[in-house]
């Protein structure tokens, strides 16, 4: 089957249903680093091939019409790598956020950073809300880059907060105090790379979420491997502790 859109046609996998698509996909984008030395390149060669995957799949999630779509780009943890990869991360994000802005635009796609951004390089930081500043009216995918981000911190940060307003929260009105508030738990996250952890994504929201790992390391996962994936999803029976429909 072909989607039509414009002048374009995008290929689809039989069997994929893009009105039952998740409502928030989390992607962990992981093994840029594998990537690249398995090819002998510098690890800095698999960050960069890692944010043009970016652009690509997040362009293709917006013509497949994905409403929202999380992204782990940098973890609390990464920071401990050697500061030359550090610095090069920080420059990709920044890069990133000056240059891709228009191209965000022209799709529709609204940019969302969470996480500690704002502890990062000032540079690094003030291009973050610039470039969030600058999509705030588009209306098409949600697209959050999870920035300095820690699931832990996330859930910290939110019960401090509740503290501070003195009312007990439930679960529906703690959500408004994590850095997702207003958007939908994840339904499905990915994981590149052949690892089957977390380590420390937006566990909170993903409480009931699928799981679908792929031993591809992300600079290689392609269109028909993300069809696959929500292929996958698609066929599972999901029950959120009940029994089946
Ligand atoms: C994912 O690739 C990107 C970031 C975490 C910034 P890695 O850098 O984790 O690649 P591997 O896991 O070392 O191969
Ligand atoms: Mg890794």
Redesign the pocket.
């Given at each position: 089957m072909t989607l039509a859109l414009g002048n374009k046609e995008i290929k689809i996998i039989p069997g994929l249903d893009l009105n039952r698509l998740p409502k928030h996909l989390g992607i962990i984008?992981?093994?840029?680093?594998?990537?690249a030395t398995a090819k002998g390149l510098p690890?800095s060669a698999?960050?960069k091939a890692?944010i043009e995957n970016l652009r690509k799949m997040s362009v293709f999630a917006s013509e497949l019409g994905l409403s929202y779509m999380t992204i782990f780009t940098?973890?609390t943890e990464?920071l401990k790598r050697p500061k030359d990869e550090v610095d090069n991360?920080f420059n990709l994000i920044r890069t990133y956020m000056n240059e891709d802005t228009k191209q965000l635009v022209e799709r529709d796609i609204r940019l969302n950073v969470i996480g500690a951004y704002k502890d990062l390089p000032g540079d690094v930081a003030s291009a973050i809300d610039r470039a969030m500043a600058d999509t705030r009216h588009c209306g098409g995918l949600t697209l959050t880059l999870a920035v300095n981000y820690g699931g832990r911190a996330d859930i910290i940060r939110a019960v401090n907060t509740a503290v501070k307003s003195g009312t007990e929260v439930t679960e529906e009105s703690f959500k408004d105090l994590l850095y997702t508030k207003g958007m939908p738990d994840l339904d499905l996250v990915i994981r590149t790379?052949g690892e089957q952890r977390i380590s420390n994504f937006l566990i909170y929201q993903l409480a009931y979420a699928e799981f679908y790992f792929i031993k591809k390391?992300?600079p290689s996962f392609n269109k028909k491997d993300f069809q696959e994936a929500l292929l996958a999803f698609q066929q599972r029976n999901r029950r959120f502790g009940g029994v089946k429909s």
């Open positions: 984008m992981d093994g840029n680093g594998r990537w690890r698999g960050h890692g940098l973890s990464n991360l790379s390391h992300w």
